[in-house]
């Protein structure tokens, strides 16, 4: 039977491990409840969008070969801006798919244009900006730069983002998106760039919460009055 000496050292490290673990124990709980609580396509921001979009259908459009100027194709993709059919050739050149003529990206008109087909009728424009850079935490890190930041009024501070160069939509921010950003950034432990899951804080807490479990299902068997019994028992 371990000694009381020994009890003491486990009852002081379990409380003194708990003590440093138990705020991101909190986090983990609150981070997990709030996952487990909230609609993902509501989190997506879909009820902000227009769920009829369709993109337009074209006819007339030239060849490959009539490009200005004439370019190899790896990739193509058909782009709409304001109802004119544009093509976007190997991830980084914007064409008109009706002259052929090569275009430099899209600008605030064209870009509010794109964000009203996508998002939810109705939805009052506040403001437009060209970003060019975004941190580690930014909201829209990870996207395409440049890209222009459509805020829309309301309490949900929701924003679109359109990429200037290939005229795409790429997403919608809003509140509660940013609030599970926030926990998921607290349940991951990545507090540099939010998206790691194999940083070595988290591990290191991992490892640590086992020990402090095992430590405690430790101090309940060397406090036992049950266990006590049994082993004098046998004595």
């Not at 004439?70 to 782009?79: D, M």
């Not at 709409?80 to 190997?90: A, L, R, V």
């Not at 194999?198 to 807490?205: T, V």
């Amino acid at each position: 039977m371990t000694s009381n000496k020994n009890a003491r050292r486990i009852r002081k490290t379990h409380r003194y491990l708990g003590l440093f673990l138990g705020i991101q124990f909190l986090f983990w709980t609150i981070s997990g409840l709030y996952f487990s609580w909230t609609d993902i396509d509501e989190i997506h921001g879909d009820h902000f969008k227009n769920e009829e979009y369709r993109p337009t259908s074209f006819s007339g459009l030239i060849g490959m070969s009539e490009l200005q100027p004439e370019v190899s194709i790896a990739t193509i993709q058909l782009k709409e801006i304001q109802g004119e059919p544009f093509y976007w050739i190997n991830s980084e050149k914007l064409y008109s798919a009706k002259t052929g003529l090569l275009r430099s990206g899209i600008n605030r008109n064209e870009a509010l244009s794109i964000a009203k087909e996508r998002m939810k009728v109705g939805m009052e424009v506040k403001s437009i900006e060209l970003i060019t850079e975004t941190d580690k935490h930014h909201e829209f890190r990870g996207g395409p730069l440049p890209s222009y930041v459509i805020s829309y009024k309301g309490d949900d501070e929701v924003k679109a983002y359109v990429s200037q160069e290939n005229a795409s939509f790429i997403t919608a921010r809003h509140e509660a998106w940013r609030w599970f950003d926030f926990l998921w950034m607290t349940h991951t432990m990545d507090y540099e760039g939010r998206d790691n899951m194999n940083n070595w804080l988290l591990r290191a807490f991992s490892i640590l919460g086992l020990i402090t479990v095992f430590s405690g299902f430790l101090l309940w068997f060397t406090s036992s009055v049950t266990i006590k019994k049994l082993t004098k028992g046998k004595k």
